[in-house]
T-cell receptor, first 118, second 109 residues
Framework: DVKVTQSSRYLVKRTGEKVFLECVQDMDHENMFWYRQDPGLGLRLIYFSYDVKMKEKGDIPEGYSVSREKKERFSLILESASTNQTSMYLC?????????????????FGPGTRLTVT | RKEVEQDPGPFNVPEGATVAFNCTYSNSASQSFFWYRQDCRKEPKLLMSVYSSGNEDGRFTAQLNRASQYISLLIRDSKLSDSATYLCVVNRAGNQFYFGTGTSLTVIP
């Protein structure tokens, strides 16, 4: 089974603090993703990475940066946390594979980090 | 226009009922399609992939209509444990995933 782990389930930080969210996957997946999920807005992609040291901006990268120094680890950094970054943060990984009869990229998610910025 | 659109519900159905969810996607270049299930305060988990010819997994049937650009999920004989939010997900070019906002289902005893 694919396992994606995140460093914290719950985190409370103050405005202006630097915040690090860590994600580790154990299935040698090429692709890793950071999303945030807010009520009524669904999952929104912040950044993704398709290889070590490679990164691409998603839909809402402002206020965030990422780091991928090793294939299994993808970090999300909030340089200066703000209250509007209070959210559920979900990490995911995926790889090209076959699922039944078709080529399929299936994403596997970590348990999420619920971040509150006060 | 959103990449993926779903009726948010909520759908409240009695145990044993059959319920169907639809989802539409806007980009005809979309390649792979999925239904995920998300329980309250938990991460999304893959329920099933959706194949062009349609596929079934127990009480769950997924169908894809590429011409009309919609995906459906049918749940037969609903159980209390089916209560969750169901997310429609569309994949393009390998690492581009687009999520619907989810459809909420509550199965009532």
């Amino acid at each position: 089974d694919v396992k994606v782990t995140q460093s914290s389930r719950y985190l409370v930080k103050r405005t202006g603090e630097k915040v690090f969210l860590e994600c580790v996957q154990d299935m040698d997946h090429e692709n890793m993703f950071w999303y945030r999920q807010d009520p009524g807005l669904g999952l929104r992609l912040i950044y993704f990475s398709y290889d070590v040291k490679m990164k691409e901006k998603g839909d809402i990268p402002e206020g965030y940066s990422v780091s991928r120094e090793k294939k299994e680890r993808f970090s999300l950094i909030l340089e200066s946390a703000s209250t509007n970054q209070t959210s559920m943060y979900l990490c995911a990984s995926s790889s090209l594979g076959t699922s039944g009869r078709a080529l399929s990229y299936e994403q596997y998610f970590g348990p999420g980090t619920r971040l509150t910025v006060t | 226009r959103k990449e993926v659109e779903q009726d948010p519900g909520p759908f409240n159905v009695p145990e044993g009922a059959t319920v169907a969810f639809n989802c539409t996607y806007s980009n005809s270049a979309s390649q792979s399609f999925f239904w995920y299930r998300q329980d309250c305060r938990k991460e999304p988990k893959l329920l099933m992939s959706v194949y062009s010819s349609g596929n079934e997994d127990g009480r769950f049937t997924a169908q894809l209509n590429r011409a009309s650009q919609y995906i459906s999920l049918l749940i037969r004989d609903s159980k209390l444990s089916d209560s969750a939010t169901y997310l429609c997900v569309v994949n393009r070019a390998g690492n581009q995933f687009y999520f619907g906002t989810g459809t909420s289902l509550t199965v009532i005893p």
